[in-house]
């Protein structure tokens, strides 16, 4: 499950580490707070080109009736995207990176539950796993959007304490492979999504301030000791 994350990086910083080649739109960064059917960074790529831009969080696929159904697609499970028409379609051509520094989850004590934001023990950016689909509304409105991958925690030792899924976080090796790569989509599967090392992971307490997504302050990320 990821349905929290931040994208506190500087444009600029993005084009840098991801090899952008061009900036579309206005973007709204540092996000300190995303919220799924909110705008967010990405990076596509087209005509061999990567481009930063912003879609909307929660995969509307473009046969949809209506845009609701983007509330319950923001995750798609690694395990079962070649078995989904949704997402098997997407994986053969429309693939992103998601930007990212950091996500959270929310850790159970007793009858309460407090937040937690995880990320890399390097503090760098990071790209999860996406994929995205254009839908037109019926006033004819197109809208770009798009889902996070996730996958199990079993046998992690950051993430299992805290949740049974975690989002796909790829490798530097990884991200080439998935945004570009023409290889078949059960080989692609297969050696892109998994685990994030967990020897490179940590995460801190933060601010019940995230508990709100109309929260998107620097407050969110700040240790609450």
């Not at 994350?5 to 206005?26: C, H, L, M, N, P």
């Not at 950051?158 to 049974?164: A, K, L, R």
């Not at 999504?193 to 019940?208: G, N």
Request: some cysteine; overall charge positive.
């Amino acid at each position: 499950m990821c349905g929290r994350y931040t994208s506190t990086i500087k444009a600029e910083v993005i084009k840098e580490r991801f090899g952008v080649s061009e900036i579309q739109g206005d973007l709204k960064l540092p996000r300190f707070n995303i919220a799924p059917t909110q705008l967010s960074p990405v990076v596509i790529s087209e005509s061999s080109k990567r481009i930063l831009t912003q879609f909307q969080w929660g995969l509307i696929p473009f046969w949809s009736k209506d845009a609701s159904l983007g509330n319950k697609m923001i995750n798609a499970r690694a395990e079962t995207l070649l078995e989904k028409k949704s997402f098997s379609n997407l994986l053969k051509k429309n693939r992103c990176l998601v930007i990212s520094d950091g996500f959270y989850e929310w850790i159970k004590e007793g009858a309460n539950k407090y937040p937690v934001r995880i990320l890399l023990k390097s503090r760098e950016p990071f790209a999860f796993a996406g994929l995205w689909d254009q839908w037109k509304s019926p006033n004819n409105t197109v809208i770009k959007t798009f889902t996070i991958v996730t996958t199990t925690t079993k046998d992690h030792t950051v993430m299992e304490p805290i949740h049974d899924r975690m989002p796909v976080i790829l490798t530097k090796e990884n991200e080439d492979e998935w945004l570009e790569s023409s290889k078949e989509p059960h080989d692609l599967v297969k050696k892109s999504l998994k685990q994030f090392p967990a020897e490179e992971m940590e995460f801190y307490a933060v601010s019940k301030a995230v508990n709100s997504p109309r929260n998107d302050t620097v407050q969110c990320i700040e240790f609450n000791g």
